[in-house]
């Protein structure tokens, strides 16, 4: 993977700081946007972008609603305009809701899975065709340790199926997809992305 930038959509917070850091670190430009246009997302992630600006790296930040393709696909058009072809995408979908099934409303679930799989989904889909383009790059989606409870561990299986699912599907194209667990640090995530 050359020095290209790399688009990171998450919620801030760990472990999307350690890694903008270590890819900063490393010479990649970065796209830092969020999974929802709320305000702890929009937070973290500004804080993730401060630490960055401090350090002089080349960075992006967007709040926008990654579930939104046009959000997306804009968002991603931009790095590259910016900065260059995409070298990769990772998603983090941050902490999934570990609230009893009997206490989870619509109101709340319909909110958590468009944020927490709808947009992951959405950010991968739009990044394939740019990293395709580019002569391949990869797609890593970040584990979370799943929730006990109904509503959360749906979306964990969901999300721990994703890229196993997207392997075989894009089988023979030059579009690798690879899951990175949480508790890695950002040194292993970033060998991960390289290799």
């Not at 930038?5 to 350690?18: K, M, Y």
């Not at 809701?97 to 927490?116: G, H, K, T, Y």
């Amino acid at each position: 993977m050359s020095a290209g930038p790399i688009a990171l959509f998450g919620p801030g917070g760990e472990p999307l700081r350690g890694l903008a850091l270590a890819l900063a670190e490393a010479g990649h430009p970065l796209g830092l946007a969020t999974l929802a246009p709320v305000q702890a997302e929009e937070f973290a992630t500004a804080s993730i972008a401060n630490e960055l600006w401090v350090l002089g790296e080349d960075h992006l930040h967007r709040v926008l609603d990654a579930a939104d393709p046009a959000a997306a696909s804009a968002f991603l058009a931009e790095l590259e305009d910016r900065f260059g072809p995409l070298a990769a995408v990772v998603v983090d979908p941050g902490p999934l809701p570990d609230i009893p099934f009997d206490e989870f409303s619509p109101d709340e679930w319909l909110p958590a899975a468009r944020a927490r799989l709808a947009a992951p989904l959405v950010a991968l889909h739009a990044a394939a065709p740019l990293l395709e383009r580019r002569g391949g790059g990869t797609a890593a989606l970040i584990r979370r340790q799943p929730p006990r409870a109904a509503a959360g561990a749906v979306l964990a299986a969901a999300l721990d199926a994703l890229p196993q699912a997207l392997a075989a599907e894009l089988a023979g194209r030059q579009l690798r997809t690879v899951a990175l667990d949480v508790s890695t640090g950002p040194v292993e995530l970033l060998s991960a992305l390289r290799s």
